[in-house]
C-alpha cells in the first residue's frame, strides 16, 4: 500500500489532530495521503476522491466509515476505521493504538472482511446503496403507514406500521436492534426485514437470501387517500414516497471491504457492547 486516502469526521477530531498523526506517520514511512474534502454540510465530495488509492483510513466512528464505505461503493478499496467514537462494531482501532495498527496495516498483518450491502432503486431515476440498513418509514404525521411488501414478485405480506427496517447483517446490531430485530453475525449473507411498531399480533423479523429481491410498495391511507412516507438510506436524506410507488430492494453487487487487525471477535465485542463497556 502506498497511497491513503484520509476520511476525518471533524466533529469527532477537533483541530484534526488525531489526523495529523496519521498522515505523519504515514509520511514518515514514505506513503501517500490525500485528506478527503468536505461540502458545507460536512459531506464527502465525490468528485474529490482520488481516482487511484491503496485504501481508505477514516477517523470517527462507524457512522464515518459507513459514509466512506457508500461513497466508495464498486471501487475494492479496503477501509481501515480508527474509533473517536463509543465502541464501535466497524471502527476497530482505537486511538492509543494508532502506531501499532500502522505498522501491521505496512506489513501486511491484516485480514479484509467482505461486508454485504444493499441496493435500493425508486423510479426509473434513483439509486442508491447502504451498508446497514434500507428504512421506510411514515413522515412527520403521526399516522401508521400502509405498505405492501412482495419478495420475487410475491406478496409476503400487507403492514400496518410506523414503518420497516430492510436490514444488512452488519446492520442487525444497529435500528433493526432497537425495533426488536435479530443479531446476526456480520460476514453472514442475508437480508433482514423487520417492521417497525407494527399494527398486528405478528411483528416478527423475517430472514430471506441474499439473493432475493424485495418489493416495498406504500398503500393508500383511511379513505382512500394519499399516504406520504420517507425512505433513508443508512439514515440519511431521506426521500419522499406516496400512494403507489414502489422501491425495489435487492444486494448490492460491490461488498464494502474492512480491514481487520485484531483478533477480537465478533462475538466479545457484541458481549462487551451490550454491557456498555
Known amino acids: ?40 454540510n460536512k459531506r464527502i ?18 457512522g464515518t466509515l459507513i459514509e466512506a464505505a457508500r461513497a466508495l461503493h464498486g471501487r475494492n478499496i ?30 501486511g498483518k491484516y485480514e479484509v472482511e467482505d461486508r ?32 405492501r411488501l412482495y419478495v420475487n414478485g410475491e406478496l409476503l405480506n400487507s403492514y400496518e406500521a410506523d414503518g420497516v427496517i430492510i436490514s ?10 432497537s425495533a426488536g430485530g435479530p443479531i446476526v453475525e456480520p460476514t453472514a449473507e442475508m437480508i433482514v426485514i423487520t417492521p417497525i411498531c407494527s ?4 411483528t416478527s423479523s423475517i430472514v430471506l437470501s441474499a439473493e432475493d429481491e424485495l418489493v416495498i410498495e406504500i398503500g393508500e391511507g383511511k379513505h382512500n387517500k394519499t399516504e406520504e412516507a420517507l425512505i433513508a438510506f443508512d439514515g440519511t436524506d ?6 403507489g410507488e414502489k422501491v425495489i430492494i435487492r444486494r448490492s453487487g460491490a461488498a464494502a471491504k474492512i480491514i481487520k487487525l485484531n483478533k477480537i471477535s465478533f462475538l466479545e465485542t457484541l458481549r462487551r457492547k451490550m454491557k456498555g463497556k
Do not use: W
Not at 484520509?6 to 514511512?29: A, F, M, P, W
Open 1 to 40: 500500500m502506498e497511497h491513503f486516502f484520509i476520511v476525518t469526521n471533524d466533529g469527532k477530531d477537533k483541530g484534526q489532530k488525531v489526523t495529523d498523526q496519521v498522515i505523519r506517520i504515514l509520511e514518515g514511512l514514505g506513503k501517500k495521503c490525500t485528506r478527503c474534502l468536505k461540502d458545507e
Open 45 to 62: 465530495i465525490l468528485s474529490s476522491i482520488p481516482k487511484e488509492f491503496d485504501c481508505a483510513v477514516v477517523i470517527g466512528g462507524d
Open 78 to 107: 479496503p477501509i481501515l476505521g480508527i474509533n473517536m467514537g463509543a465502541l464501535g462494531y466497524l471502527a476497530e482501532v482505537e486511538v492509543g493504538h494508532i502506531e501499532e495498527a500502522v505498522a501491521s496495516l505496512i506489513s
Open 116 to 147: 454485504m450491502m444493499l441496493e435500493g432503486r425508486l423510479g426509473k431515476s434513483f439509486r442508491d446503496v447502504s451498508l446497514n440498513d434500507i428504512v421506510v418509514a411514515r413522515s412527520a404525521n403521526l399516522r401508521l403507514i400502509h405498505f
Open 168 to 177: 444488512t447483517p452488519t446492520g442487525s446490531t444497529a435500528y433493526n436492534l
Open 199 to 202: 399494527h398486528a399480533l405478528n
Open 238 to 243: 431521506a426521500i419522499k414516497m406516496v400512494t
